[in-house]
């Protein structure tokens, strides 16, 4: 299923959209583009989508080139038109290739599709192999608290975030929609299988559900 499917939306509303679907979702691309070093050369963005993770890395990183992998090759097409000459975008599933040599990986709502935490385990670990010395794997994500009602106080905010923009019945429907295929990973157990891959985990922004994450 390709994104903007997967959203229930058209392909050319998806960069106006997706900020009416996830709160704070500016402030976190920036958290996580100022997480990456201006030294950067070589950047691996998994789930690219339209480049705009992407693209604000590349301004911190100006002599930086970006590899996108997404498996939704009509977005690359978008995100081509972004980035331009400083990226190679390969169409595929970012669980099942190699990963090439880089300074930083990164990933903006992505790896909430790797469907089980031993498939997550062992791309952290791929990750981790691809990295120079001294690289980082940065995540911005949706990762719950553990305790059942702080978790759904989150989920409430969420909602309510949603139905500014949207009637109350269409918020349930897009929540209940994305869960089919959305597997988001506790914030503790997300640092944990970041912890046993061998990366030193961090989190540099947080509020509500959603969080970013540096592991070094």
């Known amino acids: ?10 392909l050319a509303e998806y960069d106006m959209r ?26 691996v963005d998994l789930g690219t989508g339209t480049g705009a993770l992407a693209a604000r890395c590349l301004a911190v990183a100006p002599c930086a080139r970006v590899v996108g992998v997404d498996a939704d090759a009509a977005i690359l097409r978008v995100a081509a038109r972004r980035l331009g000459h400083r990226a190679t975008l390969v169409a595929g599933s970012f669980v099942r290739r190699p990963l090439p040599r880089c300074d930083a990986v990164v990933a903006s ?22 990295l120079a010395r001294h690289g980082r794997v940065i995540s911005v994500d949706c990762h719950p608290a553990r305790d059942a009602g702080t978790a759904a106080g989150q989920l409430a905010g969420w909602r309510q975030h ?33 912890a046993r891959a061998g990366f030193k985990p961090e989190v540099v922004w947080r509020k509500g559900a959603f969080a970013v994450l540096v592991g070094l």
């Open 109 to 130: 709502f992505a790896l909430h599709h790797v469907r089980t935490r031993d498939a997550k385990a062992r791309l952290y670990r791929a990750i981790r192999s691809a």
């Open 162 to 194: 949603l139905e500014r923009r949207y009637p109350p019945r269409a918020a349930k429907h897009f929540l209940r929609a994305w869960s089919k295929e959305d597997v988001y990973v506790p914030l503790d157990g997300e640092l944990a299988l970041m």
């Open 1 to 10: 299923m390709g994104v903007a499917s997967h959203l229930g939306i058209q």
């Open 18 to 43: 997706i900020r009416t679907f996830i709160p704070d979702y500016e402030e976190m691309l920036a958290a996580a583009a100022a997480a990456l070093p201006p030294s950067t050369r070589t950047l």
